[in-house]
C-alpha cells in the first residue's frame, strides 16, 4: 500500500504494515509521511487565509455589533436570543458533538433530524466535517495531527485554526458510520441552504411574525446569537485544554473547569470526557453543571433516546485515584524522610551507654536517637529529656509519662542516628513505626528486586 504525499497510510490491516512505519508511534509516522504547507508568516499571511472562514467568524459580529447601534434589545427578543441560543447550542453538543462525533447514545429519527437542523444554526461545518475533525482532535490531542491543537496556544485553538489554510490534514479518523448515516448525509448536501435558514431566517421571522420585531430579530437573535453560540463552542477547544484541573488523567491538555462548563452548556469537564468520550456526561458526577447531560436524559425519559452510555463507576474512580496517588507520590518524595534502618549503625546496649555518656542519646523503641537539637524545644521542657539520657525510654514516650502524638513520633523518627542490636521486639510495628510511614506511595517497580 503506497501512501500519497497528502493522504496518509490508515494502517487498518496489523498484518500488512509498510516496511517504513514505525507501528509502535503512527503519530511521527504519519507525520514523515505528509507534507506540510509552509508555516504562515507576515511574508505570506494575505495569501493563507482561508476566506470562507475569514467571512463566517468576522461578518456576524461586524454586521450584529453596528447593528445594536440601531436596534434596541426589546424582552420578547432577548428571551428568544436565550432560547435560541440553547436550542441551537443542543444540536452542536448533543447532536453534532456527543451523538455523531462520539456515538453516546442512540438517537431517534425524529430526534436526528431535529439536532442536525439545529446544528447547522450554528454554522460550524456540516456534520460530517465537524465530527471528523473531533475524532481526529480526539485521536491525536496535542499533537501536530490535531487540528485544533492546544499546544500552539489559546487563540490557535480557540479561531487560529479556521483563519488561515491547515497546515497539514488533520490525522485519519474513521468516519464509516457518519457516511452511511441518511440525516448525515441528507444535512451535508443540503448545508449551506439549512445555514442560512436556521442561523438568520429561522430567528428573524420568529421575532417579526411573532411580536413585530424583524430587526432586533435578525441583529439579536441571528447575528449576535450566532456568534455568543459559535463562540461559546470554540471554548470546548481553547478554554477548556487551558482552564481548570485534570482529576482523570494528566498527560495530557484537556481540563476540568466549573467555569467552562457554564460557558459551553456542560461541554467544560472536558478532562473527564477526554478519558471517557463514550460516555454521555461530560459532568460525570450527579452535582456537575451539564445542561446537554440533563437534556440527553430527558430526551430519554421521552423516548427519543436509547442507549445512553455510561462509564463504569469503578473505572472511573480508579483513573481518578491514580492521578491522586500520583499528586500523593510527588508530595511524599518532596519530603525528608527517617534514615532507613538497612542504613543505621548497630549499637550494643553497652556501646549505646557509653556513647550516651558524651551524646544527648535516648533509645526508645528500639533506636538510638540523638535529641541535642530538640532538647530546648521539647512542649515538656528538657528535664523529661536529659533524665531519660543513656536509658530505655520507649515506655515514657508511648503513653508512660506522656502518650505522644503522631507528629511528636514522626519528629522522633527524623532524630535516629542507631538501632540496638535486637532492636524492638516483633510484632509492635503498628506502634512502633511512625504515623507518616503506616502508609506510603510506591512505584509499581519500587519492590521488584
Ligand atoms: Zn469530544
Ligand atoms: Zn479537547
Redo the contacts with the bound molecule.
Keep these: 500500500m503506497a501512501a500519497s504525499s497528502n493522504e496518509p497510510a490508515f494502517i487498518e490491516d496489523p498484518n500488512n504494515i509498510p516496511a517504513e512505519a514505525v507501528p509502535d508511534n503512527f503519530v511521527s509516522y504519519t507525520l514523515k509521511l505528509q507534507e506540510a504547507l509552509p508555516p504562515v508568516t507576515w511574508k505570506n499571511w494575505y495569501r493563507e487565509l482561508h476566506w470562507l472562514h475569514v467571512f463566517i467568524l468576522f461578518v456576524p459580529p461586524t454586521l450584529g455589533t453596528i447593528g445594536t447601534w440601531y436596534t434596541p434589545l426589546r424582552l420578547k427578543t432577548g428571551i428568544w436570543f436565550v432560547v435560541y441560543s440553547l436550542l441551537t447550542g443542543f444540536g452542536l453538543t448533543a447532536g453534532y458533538h456527543r451523538l455523531w462525533a462520539h456515538r453516546t447514545y442512540k438517537a431517534t429519527r425524529a430526534l436526528e433530524y431535529t439536532l442536525a437542523i439545529l446544528g447547522a444554526g450554528v454554522v460550524e461545518g456540516s456534520i460530517a466535517w465537524w465530527a471528523r475533525g473531533h475524532r481526529a482532535?480526539?485521536r491525536y490531542?496535542d499533537t501536530d495531527l490535531d487540528p485544533y491543537d492546544?499546544r500552539k496556544g489559546l487563540f490557535y485553538s480557540h479561531i487560529g485554526w479556521m483563519i488561515f489554510k491547515p497546515r497539514r490534514n488533520p490525522g485519519p479518523a474513521d468516519v464509516s458510520d457518519l457516511r452511511s448515516n441518511p440525516v448525515v448525509k441528507w444535512q451535508h448536501r443540503y448545508y449551506l441552504l439549512l445555514a442560512f435558514i436556521m442561523a438568520i431566517v429561522v430567528p428573524t421571522t420568529v421575532a417579526g411574525y411573532g411580536w413585530g420585531d424583524w430587526q432586533g430579530g435578525f441583529v439579536w437573535s441571528g447575528l449576535l446569537r450566532l456568534v455568543f453560540v459559535q463562540h461559546s463552542t470554540f471554548c470546548?477547544?481553547s478554554l477548556?485544554?487551558w482552564l481548570g484541573d485534570k482529576p482523570y488523567d494528566n498527560k495530557l491538555?484537556?481540563k476540568d473547569c466549573v467555569l467552562t462548563a457554564v460557558i459551553t452548556m456542560g461541554e467544560g469537564y472536558?478532562n473527564f470526557?477526554?478519558q471517557f468520550p463514550m460516555d454521555y456526561r461530560n459532568g460525570y458526577k450527579r452535582y456537575q453543571y451539564d445542561p446537554t447531560k440533563w437534556f440527553l436524559w430527558s430526551c430519554e425519559k421521552l423516548g427519543f433516546a436509547t442507549h445512553l452510555k455510561r462509564f463504569s463507576d469503578n473505572e472511573v474512580e480508579k483513573a481518578e485515584l491514580t492521578v491522586q496517588l500520583k499528586y500523593l507520590h510527588q508530595k511524599q518524595e518532596a519530603l525528608a524522610w527517617p534514615t532507613e534502618k538497612s542504613d543505621l549503625p548497630v549499637l550494643t546496649w553497652e556501646d549505646y551507654q557509653r556513647q550516651a555518656e558524651s551524646r544527648t542519646l535516648i533509645c526508645i523503641a528500639g533506636y538510638i536517637h540523638d535529641v541535642s537539637d530538640f532538647i530546648d524545644k521539647h512542649p515538656g521542657g528538657p528535664y523529661l529529656l536529659k533524665k531519660n539520657i543513656g536509658k530505655d525510654a520507649t515506655a515514657a514516650f508511648f503513653g508512660g509519662l506522656y502518650d505522644h502524638g503522631n507528629a511528636a513520633h514522626n519528629l522522633l523518627a527524623m532524630q535516629r542516628v542507631g538501632i540496638l542490636l535486637g532492636g524492638a521486639p516483633h510484632g509492635l510495628e503498628e506502634k512502633f513505626v511512625p504515623a507518616s510511614q503506616h502508609l506510603r506511595v510506591s512505584r509499581y517497580n519500587e519492590y521488584s528486586t
Design positions: 482532535h480526539h490531542t492546544a470546548v477547544n477548556c485544554h491538555t484537556p472536558h470526557h477526554h
